[in-house]
Structure formats: C-alpha cells, structure tokens
C-alpha cells in the first residue's frame, strides 16, 4: 500500500512562491512515473506537471517556466516549486505515483489559495 502525503500548500498573493512536498511511504525509485495534478472548484482534475523514470519533466503549458518538479530519491519526496503564482493556479493540489506495475496511488490533496 503505497501513502502519498501532500504539505505545502496555504494563502499567497499573486506573484508569489510555494513549494509543494509530496512524501512518499517507500523508495519511490519504484514508480515509473510522478506527478502533480490540480482540481479548481467546478472543473476536473488536470495534469500540472510530470516525472518519469529516466525522463524529463513534463509541463502543462499555462505552468512552464513558472513551475518546476522535482524529486529527491533520498528523502522519498516530489517536489513542485511554484514561482509567479496566478489566481488562476489556485486549487487543490494532488501527488500521484504510478509503479512499474501500473498501479497508480494518489495524496490526499493540499489546497493553494492565490489571492489578488
């Protein structure tokens, strides 16, 4: 059973900085994949940012060169630095992981609050 837990998260104002941590229950040197995902009220989750194995990182356009992912294998935790934040980025914000064997795990979500 894999545990994903999200910190992080809170109130900024616009054109401010967050660092989301996503710790992880394990090595995650076993998932193939890493990402963080994003649900604003009334609309469905969508892909922020990804990390696979061996890969580089991938970014939805409205985060790149904002936004930047990362992982650190010895402490078992994502990363999502958030710079130049928008009102538009607030929602709440998810970890997933997807091991090698296709089982995909999520967080629990932390909640970013972009304020005007």
């Known amino acids: 059973q894999v545990q994903l837990v999200e910190s992080g998260g809170g109130l900024v104002q616009a054109g401010e900085s967050l660092r989301l941590s996503c710790a992880a229950s394990?090595?995650?040197?076993?998932?193939?994949?890493m990402g963080w995902y994003r649900q604003a009220p009334g609309k469905q989750r969508e892909l922020v940012a990804r990390?696979?194995?061996?890969?580089?990182?991938v970014y939805v356009d409205s985060v790149a060169g904002r936004f930047t992912i990362s992982k650190d294998n010895a402490k078992n935790t994502l990363y999502l630095q958030m710079n130049s934040l928008k009102v538009e980025d607030t929602a709440v914000y998810y970890c997933?992981?997807?091991?090698?064997?296709?089982?995909?795990?999520w967080g629990q979500g932390t909640q970013v609050t972009v304020s005007s």
């Open positions: 997933n992981a997807l091991q090698f064997s296709g089982i995909s795990s």
């Open positions: 394990g090595s995650i040197s076993r998932f193939y994949d």
């Open positions: 990390i696979r194995s061996g890969g580089s990182p």
